[in-house]
């Protein structure tokens, strides 16, 4: 997403410094990352080469059209604002392109420090949850530590065991959520991980369930109650969720809601939005002409 891409914005009202600010970064995710030609993307780019779209701006030139012109990926991808923290603060606001020497150690920074801004997304919400509160101390204290690698500079970011924090930080997060739906008395079922790729669930309970990471491709989820459901890092890529409950549901995020499908009985965060590509009103279903409307045969 470059400059004047729809920026993403996250659940909460947190910190700005995790709202992307496309205005405050150089398009490093029109750059950094390799890019397949697929259902996301029109086109293959490899690591580290601007995309075609990317103007001297550091703007997309097609920003307005992107699902038009086969980019949803694009709109859905939420760096959650770890473009302008590499942008301003590590590189000092030295951009890629007049400052060829270090572009090479900023496309390095960039992914390292995405996976940072993330966790201190998840545990910027985390420290929301009340009935975390005996994890409190401990979610700070993470928060905190993931703040201080942050800070750090090129050489440092890029040295960093990610993984091993990210893996800390996680173990963490599951506590807390396992901890928030017990106390809610909403301990559902465990989908974690799950493939759950086109899976039929209209309908379903899924109150409190552990669906971390959960595969919902293209899942039919209308009507279904996701209250108090841990979401964690599952993936909605064209989710159905059309009369779907989510206004209660934990770690769920905007690119998450943009990248499913739905409509106004989608129940949403109050804090989250409909994305503009959603079906935002409701078409009643067409009879055929001259036939007249049958009701159901009881059974």
């Not at 997403?1 to 205005?23: F, H, I, K, Q, W």
């Not at 700070?140 to 800070?151: I, M, N």
């Not at 559902?188 to 899924?206: E, T």
């Not at 998450?256 to 994305?275: E, F, H, I, Y």
């Amino acid at each position: 997403m470059s400059r004047n891409a729809e920026a993403v914005v996250p659940p909460t009202d947190g910190p700005a410094s995790l709202r992307a600010d496309c205005e405050r970064c150089f398009g490093l995710c029109c750059v950094v990352p390799a890019f397949s030609a697929s259902s996301d993307f029109a086109l293959d780019k490899p690591a580290g080469q601007a995309c075609r779209n990317l103007q001297p701006d550091f703007r997309c030139g097609i920003h307005r059209d992107l699902r038009e012109r086969g980019f949803p990926g694009c709109t859905v991808f939420d760096c959650f604002g770890a473009g302008q923290q590499v942008s301003q603060v590590t590189f000092g606001g030295r951009d890629w392109r007049t400052d060829p020497e270090n572009a090479a150690r900023m496309f390095e920074v960039f992914p390292v420090m995405r996976q940072l801004h993330e966790l201190l997304w998840y545990l910027t919400e985390a420290l929301a949850l009340r009935p975390a509160d005996p994890l409190r101390t401990e979610l700070g204290a993470a928060r905190d530590e993931t703040e201080r690698l942050g800070g750090g500079d090129p050489e440092t970011l890029v040295g960093l065991d990610v993984a091993t924090h990210r893996q800390n930080v996680n173990a963490l997060l599951l506590r807390t959520s396992e901890l928030v739906r017990s106390r809610a008395g909403r301990s559902g079922s465990d989908h974690r991980g799950a493939d759950l790729v086109g899976a039929d669930l209209r309908g379903a309970d899924l109150a409190g369930a552990n669906l971390r990471g959960a595969y919902l491709i293209g899942a039919d989820l209308r009507g279904a109650d996701l209250t108090m459901a841990d979401l964690t890092g599952a993936d909605l890529r064209g989710a159905n969720l059309r009369g779907a409950d989510l206004r209660a549901t934990i770690f769920l995020n905007q690119a998450q809601v943009d990248a499913a499908k739905g409509d106004v009985t989608t129940g949403l965060p109050p804090a989250l939005r409909s994305p503009a590509h959603w079906q935002l009103s409701i078409t009643p279903a067409r009879r055929p002409a001259g036939k007249p409307h049958r009701k159901p045969r009881r059974r």
